[in-house]
């Protein structure tokens, strides 16, 4: 069956033709890949993965101590919502800032659970390499040089939100988390090895992302989508629930900071050829309408979108 493109990290790293060609590709058609060969160790997954579940198998009551207030983005919360299908949203998950180090909010992270700490912190700065690299690498196919997206975007912080999905009998009923795309710049997730849950929506088709063991999932946010001048994609996905097996996932968002103004970089633009093809905005304003409203069958990104 259809599935994401495969990249190979290594030969990225090493700047191999063919493997960054492949990321190009993957990234217009796509919006999503997995990575394998991305260096971070097994046992850094696996302490990361093992510190999530010890986490989602605290009693209610402990989970609660470090909960989410009104508008708060981070902290332990459910998104038990009610989406367009009128499908429930069947999730419990915790949100932490995890980068820069410290931009972290301790009280929201379970400290008296052992290793938590240590694994989220040696996971999440891993992962904030594999995401600066790529980044590295989508520079410079982007026409700039490798330095070129972190000189506009700054140093990314990064939003760690672990995601725990119960088992469900009626999955037909209930999805996991309704269709969306990632507001940030880059998106890197670690999922079970053997639940499927994850899907992103490709020519009109749900397509399933059949795990590969320990490889890593990375997708495109809005925020490149809108750098890139609509090159790259940020594309719609969705996780649905396992009539059997519950699942447990990190997504790792790479963000810019609240106050950068956003919009299509200068390499991507050629008017009148490519014009502009979003407004310019700042980063927390696209991520307030972004969160007050529903996918709704049409991008978030057209929010921003520069109609012609
Ligand atoms: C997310 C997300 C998918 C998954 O947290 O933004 O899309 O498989 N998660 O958990
Ligand atoms: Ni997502």
Not at 216 to 234: Q, R
């Given at each position: 069956s259809?599935q994401i493109?495969?990249?190979?990290?290594?030969l990225?790293a090493?700047?191999d033709?063919h493997?960054?060609?492949?990321?190009?590709?993957?990234?217009k058609?796509w919006?999503?890949?997995q990575i394998?060969?991305h260096g971070?160790?097994?046992?850094?997954l696996?302490k990361?993965?093992?510190?999530?579940a010890?986490?989602?198998e605290l009693?209610l009551?402990?989970?609660?101590?470090?909960?989410?207030?009104?508008?708060?983005?981070?902290?332990y919360?459910?998104a038990y919502?009610v989406s367009?299908?009128?499908?429930?949203?069947w999730?419990?998950?915790?949100a932490?800032k995890t980068?820069?180090?410290?931009?972290?909010?301790?009280?929201?992270?379970?400290?008296?659970l052992?290793?938590?700490?240590?694994?989220?912190?040696?996971?999440?700065?891993?992962?904030?390499?594999v995401a600066?690299?790529?980044n590295a690498n989508?520079?410079?196919?982007m026409g700039?040089?490798r330095?070129?997206?972190?000189r506009y975007?700054g140093?990314l912080?990064?939003?760690?939100?672990?995601n725990?999905y119960?088992p469900?009998?009626s999955?037909?009923l209930?999805?996991?988390?309704s269709?969306?795309s990632?507001?940030g710049?880059l998106?890197?997730?670690?999922?079970?090895?053997?639940?499927?849950?994850l899907?992103?929506?490709?020519?009109g088709?749900?397509?399933p992302v059949?795990?590969i063991?320990?490889a890593?999932?990375v997708?495109?946010?809005?925020a490149?989508e809108?750098?890139?001048n609509?090159v790259y994609?940020?594309?719609?996905?969705r996780?649905?629930?396992?009539?059997?097996?519950a699942r447990i996932?990190?997504?790792?968002?790479?963000?810019?900071?609240?106050?950068?103004?956003?919009g299509p970089l200068?390499?991507?633009v050629d008017?009148?050829?490519r014009?502009?093809?979003?407004?310019?905005?700042?980063?927390?304003?696209?991520?307030?309408?972004?969160l007050?409203?529903?996918m709704?069958?049409?991008?978030?990104t057209?929010l921003?979108?520069?109609q012609?």
């Amino acid at each position: 069956s259809l599935q994401i493109p495969i990249i190979d990290f290594s030969l990225l790293a090493k700047g191999d033709e063919h493997e960054t060609r492949k990321l190009d590709l993957a990234c217009k058609e796509w919006g999503f890949f997995q990575i394998r060969n991305h260096g971070v160790q097994v046992k850094i997954l696996q302490k990361m993965k093992a510190a999530m579940a010890a986490f989602f198998e605290l009693p209610l009551m402990e989970k609660k101590k470090y909960a989410m207030g009104a508008n708060d983005l981070e902290g332990y919360g459910q998104a038990y919502v009610v989406s367009e299908e009128q499908k429930l949203d069947w999730c419990d998950l915790v949100a932490l800032k995890t980068l820069p180090l410290e931009q972290r909010n301790l009280n929201f992270w379970p400290l008296n659970l052992p290793g938590f700490k240590e694994a989220v912190e040696d996971y999440s700065i891993e992962v904030q390499k594999v995401a600066e690299e790529i980044n590295a690498n989508l520079s410079i196919l982007m026409g700039m040089e490798r330095d070129g997206l972190k000189r506009y975007q700054g140093e990314l912080k990064q939003l760690m939100r672990m995601n725990y999905y119960p088992p469900c009998s009626s999955p037909d009923l209930v999805v996991g988390v309704s269709p969306h795309s990632d507001g940030g710049s880059l998106t890197v997730l670690l999922q079970d090895d053997d639940v499927i849950g994850l899907q992103i929506k490709h020519k009109g088709e749900w397509i399933p992302v059949k795990p590969i063991p320990n490889a890593l999932v990375v997708n495109i946010g809005d925020a490149i989508e809108i750098m890139s001048n609509g090159v790259y994609k940020s594309i719609e996905h969705r996780a649905i629930t396992n009539e059997k097996k519950a699942r447990i996932s990190a997504a790792a968002f790479a963000h810019v900071d609240d106050e950068l103004e956003i919009g299509p970089l200068d390499s991507m633009v050629d008017d009148p050829h490519r014009p502009p093809m979003y407004k310019k905005i700042k980063y927390i304003d696209y991520i307030r309408q972004v969160l007050a409203r529903k996918m709704d069958g049409k991008a978030h990104t057209d929010l921003v979108k520069i109609q012609t």
